[in-house]
T-cell receptor
Framework: AQKVTQTQTSISVMEKTTVTMDCVYE???????LFWYKQTASGEIVFLIR??????ENATEGHYSLNFQKPKSSIGLIITATQIEDSAVYFC????????????FGLGTTLQVQP | EAAVTQSPRNKVTVTGGNVTLSCRQT?????MYWYRQDTGHGLRLIHY???????QIGDVPDGYKATRTTQEDFFLLLELASPSQTSLYFC?????????FGPGTRLTVL
């Protein structure tokens, strides 16, 4: 069965520092897609970044980057130079086997960035 | 960037009431999804569709119907609303990879 686990319930960091949020996944597929989403205090869910499993390079998007460790089934999200507005809930997700576009989500990590 | 809108944004109904949540996407995506989000459960898929007239059952479909009338429009129907369906509902659409979410509808069933 496919599964996505985020073990960190919440993290608190100081502004302008770097934070890493963990995510591990389970799948038997040889090719798969992993995603990170952000849910703001207003409830809006925003797509941040994607990692394709067949790519060795870690994806980057602005001040977001990924630490993809395929042998460990791990996809960490790294936010550099954090800002107050990065405070949100971050969800890791994996695309389900098949051609449905369905995603499996982790339960999320709450990030609080302190001034 | 994907544009997904939902209406209403907030809805209060009574037990046994009839509710329709609407979703429209303007990105020509084939796939559309309905989720509910509850504390401790994260995002759970109710129903999804890969085109007009198509409907697929998600992971928590009980008590919900859905209909995809056009490529743009996807509706979620609660015909006999119950308090357990009080939740935050999200619609999403996707093309080849990531899903894009609407702003959500907060539904309260009294």
């Amino acid at each position: 069965a496919q599964k996505v686990t985020q073990t960190q319930t919440s993290i608190s960091v100081m502004e302008k520092t770097t934070v890493t949020m963990d995510c591990v996944y389970e799948t038997r597929d040889s090719s798969y897609f992993l995603f990170w989403y952000k849910q703001t205090a207003s409830g809006e869910i925003v797509f941040l970044i994607r990692q394709d499993s067949y790519k060795k390079e870690n994806a980057t998007e602005g001040h977001y980057s990924l630490n993809f460790q395929k042998p460990k089934s791990s996809i960490g999200l790294i936010i550099t130079a954090t800002q107050i507005e990065d405070s949100a809930v971050y969800f890791c997700a994996m695309r389900v086997t098949g051609n449905t576009g369905k995603l499996i989500f982790g339960l999320g990590t709450t990030l609080q960035v302190q001034p | 960037e994907a544009a997904v809108t939902q209406s209403p944004r907030n809805k209060v109904t009574v037990t046994g009431g009839n509710v329709t949540l609407s979703c429209r996407q303007t990105n020509s995506h084939n796939y559309m999804y309905w989720y509910r989000q509850d504390t401790g459960h994260g995002l759970r898929l109710i129903h999804y569709s890969y085109g007009a007239g198509n409907l697929q059952i998600g992971d928590v479909p009980d008590g919900y119907k859905a209909t995809r009338t056009t490529q743009e429009d996807f509706f979620l129907l609660l015909e006999l609303a119950s308090p357990s369906q009080t939740s935050l509902y999200f619609c999403a659409s996707s093309g080849k990879y990531e899903q894009y979410f609407g702003p959500g509808t907060r539904l309260t069933v009294l």
